[in-house]
């Protein structure tokens, strides 16, 4: 029922942008932690940036300066600005949801999907 979905993904030269949105439903958004992760083949899932319910962030060292994560709780939707593309940030780009709750963790993924960085 709790639907994260990604779109934005394609296939670009390195040095180019793309920017990823993950658009949030059935979820009480605004009170989510949301990040972004990425697995490339033969690798292990990584994990990308955060952004926290109240607005901070934190990235990766391998994106930082060269992403930013951003969220709009009026559209229950995350963003991933990837500026000066890299082959090696080819992978599928997941959007994850969290919240933590008396019981457990609340943990939701996306289906992904595909950034290819090439010449």
């Known amino acids: 029922q709790v639907q994260l979905v990604e779109s934005g993904g394609g296939l670009v030269q390195p040095g180019e942008s793309l920017r990823l949105s993950c658009a949030a439903s059935?979820?009480?958004?605004?009170?989510?932690?949301m990040g972004w992760y990425r697995q490339a083949p033969g690798k292990q899932r990584e994990w990308v940036a955060t952004?926290?319910?109240?607005?901070?962030?934190n990235y990766a060292d391998s994106v930082k300066g060269r992403f930013t994560i951003s969220r709009d709780n009026a559209k229950n939707t995350v963003y991933l600005q990837m500026n000066s593309l890299k082959p090696e940030d080819t992978a599928v780009y997941y959007c994850?949801?969290?919240?933590?709750?008396?019981?457990?963790?609340?943990?939701?993924w996306g289906q992904g999907t595909q950034v290819t960085v090439s010449s």
């Open positions: 059935r979820i009480m958004f605004s009170i989510y932690t």
């Open positions: 952004i926290s319910s109240s607005y901070d962030t």
């Open positions: 994850r949801g969290v919240r933590l709750r008396a019981q457990g963790e609340d943990d939701y």
